[in-house]
């Protein structure tokens, strides 16, 4: 459902900050921030992430149930992986500044800075992007699900997946204090269907 804006209302936003939006922290080198139709009531149906990684960072895998997502290389060099639910190959998309990675709707995915500093913007088509994190997958499906549908040691799992925690965004987690996170996606925002 589209919704009307009025852009003659005194409340009509176009420009926003970004700096003062962040979704997730890990460090000074690693973090992302978000604008969403939230921050930005012009928008419509847009959305994007303002990434920042150093070398061998990670966005965690997930994925986004209701949007596609847009890679562009501001800085550096990253990785964009992708998981072909039709080939179930993994595609490898090196991108330097000047490209872009396209992601569609829905499928399994990560990024990678190959080199420190880098930048990347990724630009969704919906006004709010949902968010399936890998960290949460792992971290929420009880252990003996995970057990007994793969046929593991339940106490194995839960030692292995002990250190995941939900929301993680930026990996390898391990390499910083652990962050707390804004609101952004946390919790109302995520819709697990």
Avoid at 24 to 52: A, M, P, R, W, Y
Avoid at 61 to 72: C, G, I, K
Avoid at 74 to 90: C, D, H, K, Y
Avoid at 145 to 166: G, L, R
């Amino acid at each position: 459902m589209r919704k009307y804006m009025d852009y003659t209302a005194d409340s009509a936003q176009f420009s926003f900050d970004l700096n003062k939006s962040p979704l997730f922290k890990l460090n000074s080198q690693n973090l992302i921030n978000v604008l969403g139709v939230q921050h930005l009531n012009t928008l419509e149906n847009s959305s994007l992430l303002d990434i920042f990684l150093s070398k061998g960072f990670y966005v965690e895998p997930h994925y986004h149930q209701n949007a596609s997502e847009l890679v562009y290389c501001i800085s550096g060099e990253a990785r964009v992986t992708i998981l072909n639910p039709f080939t179930r190959q993994l595609i490898n998309e090196v991108i330097t500044p000047g490209m872009v990675a396209n992601v569609p709707q829905g499928w399994w995915h990560y990024e990678e800075a190959l080199t420190d500093d880098t930048h990347l913007l990724a630009i969704f088509d919906a006004p709010t992007p949902e968010v399936i994190l890998g960290s949460d997958i792992l971290a929420l499906t009880p252990a003996n699900v995970m057990a007994e549908t793969y046929c593991i040691d339940e106490k194995m799992w839960k030692d292995v997946t002990a250190p995941i925690h939900p929301g993680t965004y930026i990996g390898p987690a391990c390499k910083a204090e652990r962050p707390v996170s804004p609101s952004y996606y946390q919790p109302a925002p995520i819709r697990y269907v």
